[in-house]
């Protein structure tokens, strides 16, 4: 989201440098970075996969960190298992390792995932039957769902978001699985806790482990969430790894001046803020997400008895179809700020409505593949799962449209392409690829 004033949140931060942030591969990185104590056991942890589903078709993205390794002496290699592991997202595919220690990387579905961190000179095959052991020169092995901590809450399964004491995005803060961090209590009430652990503040956040889609999504708060300290950030939103979100979120950002201390907002950077002044025990709030149309409300106490909404907001523009978004919650450090104490949230309720004659989701129909960081030239890679009109362009930091690469109707399919284009200024730009049904963003680093 892009905040009043001008400047990009951490949510739009994590957008473009963790969840959209696209893979290298097989080139060495252009700058080494050592990643934790090299002493200790290397680690790397997944912080989010695809649920089960989509058997040889896109499923979504699988994002994670990595500890105690250098990223010139290690990669990542991703499976996705159905009859066996089948290498991710393409043949011969290894992910380079950012110097914040985190990887990403589009993948088919399957019923389980895994990631190895293992040396860079290893050739990992492209099916396998069973994974390697941790040992010479694979260095650590982490598996969805196996290794995540999962919740009951409201009738719906969640999963608990842990970074491995890595920081990541929002913020970016270190998210903690943990059962003083996120648990539900013997009323069936979801607890969110930012704690302080041998020094280090730890955040919480829990999404569906399926996806979501039009509907109704309501929520109803226990305490004073219009009043939590500048720098904490509650949010109750929809989300996906291809920059799809709406949220309702509690925060003054950092500034204990700040006039509003919530907003609902729409991705990429429509932004609805408000003063909100709740006066009750409780508070209900609710995301109606409908073709062409998302509406929010916010109630101060219970919906049914409050006399009539505290806040609504009705978003016309250009609305998200059903692809691979989550519902969350979470609860953060805005810019990684520490607070004077530790912060709780309580969820006491939540419920869906989804109508029956709601649209499918649109998952795979489209992929984008390109290299994170460029010097010359920029090949790209699109993926079609149907025949369509499709358009390439690259932006730059400012949102100005500085190259179009592509504007054609193309078959279903793999297609590859590269574009020398204008000498452009070494920095960050934007690589967006839109078709009549979705649209994906990459961010390019340029060096000259």
């Known amino acids: 989201m892009r905040l009043p ?255 509003s201390n919530a907003q609902f907002v729409v991705q990429p950077d429509a932004v609805h803020p408000l003063e909100m002044q709740l006066t009750q025990a409780s508070s209900t709030h609710e995301i109606r997400w409908q073709p062409g149309r998302i509406d929010f409300t916010s109630w101060d106490g219970e919906c049914a008895v409050a006399p009539a909404p505290a806040a609504t907001w009705s978003y016309t523009g250009e609305v998200p179809r059903p692809d691979v978004e989550r519902m969350r919650f979470n609860l953060w450090l805005f810019e990684g700020a520490a607070p004077q104490h530790e912060v709780e949230v309580v969820v006491r309720a939540f419920s869906e409505h989804t109508p029956t004659d709601a649209a499918t989701r649109v998952t795979n129909r489209l992929q984008l593949v390109a290299p994170r960081i460029v010097t010359e030239r920029l090949d790209y890679e699109l993926s079609l799962a149907q025949a369509g009109a499709v358009r390439l362009r690259l932006f730059d930091a400012r949102g100005h449209v500085v190259g179009r690469l592509l504007e054609a109707q193309l078959s279903a399919g793999v297609h590859r392409g590269t574009w020398q284009g204008a000498r452009l200024a070494r920095g960050v730009y934007f690589l967006h690829l839109e078709s009549a049904r979705a649209r994906r963003t990459a961010r390019v680093l340029l060096l000259r």
């Open 5 to 259: 004033s001008g400047r990009v949140s951490a949510r739009t931060a994590r957008q473009f440098w963790i969840a959209v942030a696209l893979w290298g591969c097989h080139a060495a990185p252009l700058f080494a970075c050592p990643l934790g104590d090299p002493q200790t056991a290397a680690q790397i942890v997944i912080t989010e996969t695809p649920p089960d589903c989509c058997y040889g078709e896109w499923a979504g993205s699988l994002t994670g960190t990595v500890a105690h390794v250098d990223s010139d002496s290690a990669v990542v290699v991703l499976y996705a298992r159905t009859d066996r592991y089948y290498i991710q997202p393409y043949e011969a595919s290894r992910l380079e390792l950012d110097c914040a220690g985190t990887f990403f990387a589009p993948t088919h579905g399957g019923t389980r995932y895994c990631a190895l961190l293992v040396r860079r000179d290893w050739q990992p095959p492209n099916v396998i039957a069973d994974l390697p052991p941790v040992g010479g020169p694979v260095l650590a092995v982490a598996c969805a769902p196996d290794a995540q901590r999962r919740i009951e809450f409201a009738s719906r399964t969640w999963i608990v978001k842990s970074s491995g004491g890595v920081p990541f995005g929002p913020g970016p803060n270190s998210w903690s699985d943990a059962s003083d961090n996120v648990w539900v209590d013997a009323l069936g009430r979801l607890h969110l806790r930012i704690t302080q652990r041998d020094g280090r503040w730890q955040c919480a956040e829990v999404f569906t482990q399926a996806y979501v889609g039009y509907g109704s999504y309501r929520f109803e708060v226990e305490g004073a969430i219009d009043a939590l300290p500048p720098e904490v950030v509650f949010a109750g939103f929809f989300y996906s790894d291809q920059g799809d979100e709406a949220d309702i979120e509690f925060s003054r950002w950092g500034e204990p001046q700040r006039l």
